[in-house]
């Protein structure tokens, strides 16, 4: 008896996509908020990046530059959807998905610690499908992508796709992958206003990898109220990512004061600085960020 290919791969994402018990399908409705929800893998990296604080030239600058290796969810309305990985003993790295009211972030290992201390979140945009298409959608990640590799074909791989399936496109910038993925999109026209936060963007281009990049976006307009109050308005720029820095030529007259993420903003009229986990240096023609 021969074995077709594609039964055996269907199976195999059918057995390999698990959705939890409490998740409905109004859990994840057409115009459900979608946000980027991210966390370190590891503690110690984190901590050197604290660390590095101390010392200038350092930690204000070189240590933030850094890949960050995190992991890597998207929330839909109130359900998570991650890969989980590979087991320790690396025996089963099949690639599998979860969707889930909870991130594993928040569930407790067998020795009642959390996987990580710190976790950021952002709004990158709306679902524009609806339930049924974000599981077929990720049955046929899991047919076209069977292996987890660490390195490339990861969560972070899995969430950008994801993002750009739910929002069709019309998503905002998403920050730098680690590893040897990339990815390149163009957005279209969109806009939002939600949750304290509103914007309008013409839509951009961009193509990232874990060292180098490049963008250009159209003008766009924005705000929000979390965590303290920005009002941004740019008439476009081009940039470039060399490691986790960004360097961007436009025009832009961003100000106010924010806190969020681990990081600390005060600019005015396009001329101000970032401090903490991320690092910024801005004026109203060109701009550094560390995301």
């Known amino acids: 008896m021969q074995r077709d290919p594609r039964r055996i791969a269907g199976l195999r994402a059918a057995l390999q996509m698990r959705v939890e018990p409490e998740v409905r399908s109004d859990d994840m409705k057409v115009n459900s908020t979608v946000r980027l929800v991210s966390w370190p893998l590891y503690s110690w990296y984190e901590y050197g990046r604290a660390v590095g604080l101390a010392v200038p030239c ?24 991650e890969i989980t990985g590979a087991d320790k003993d690396k ?7 979860r969707m889930s009211k909870t991130a594993m972030r928040d569930e407790p290992l067998p020795n009642g610690k959390f996987k990580s201390a710190s976790l950021s979140d952002k709004i990158v945009g709306y679902t524009r499908v609806g339930f049924g298409s974000i599981v077929w959608f990720c049955s046929t990640y899991i047919q076209k992508h069977p292996k987890y590799m660490f390195h490339s074909e990861n969560c972070q791989k899995f969430a950008i796709e994801l993002i750009k399936f739910a929002t069709q496109n019309r998503h905002c910038k ?14 279209k026209p969109h806009s939002r206003l939600r949750e304290g936060e509103g914007k309008i963007s013409t839509g951009g281009c961009q193509v990232r990898c874990a060292f180098l990049g490049a963008q250009a976006d159209g003008p766009e307009a924005s705000f929000t109220t979390k965590n303290g109050v920005i009002v941004d308005a740019r008439a476009g720029s081009a940039g470039v990512q060399v490691l986790n820095a960004k360097l961007e030529i436009g025009f832009q007259l961003r100000t106010g004061m924010q806190a969020r993420n681990g990081s600390f903003e005060l600019i005015f009229f396009g001329f101000g600085v970032k401090l903490g986990r991320n690092f910024g240096l801005s004026t109203p023609m060109t701009w550094i960020d560390t995301e």
Request: hydrophobic share 45%.
């Open 91 to 97: 025996r089963n790295n099949w690639t599998s998905i």
């Open 174 to 187: 998403l920050p730098p992958v680690c590893g040897a993925s990339y990815y390149v999109y163009a957005t």
């Open 58 to 81: 350092v930690g204000l600058v070189a240590i933030p530059t850094l890949p960050k290796v995190e992991h890597w969810a998207v929330q839909i309305g109130s359900v998570f959807v």
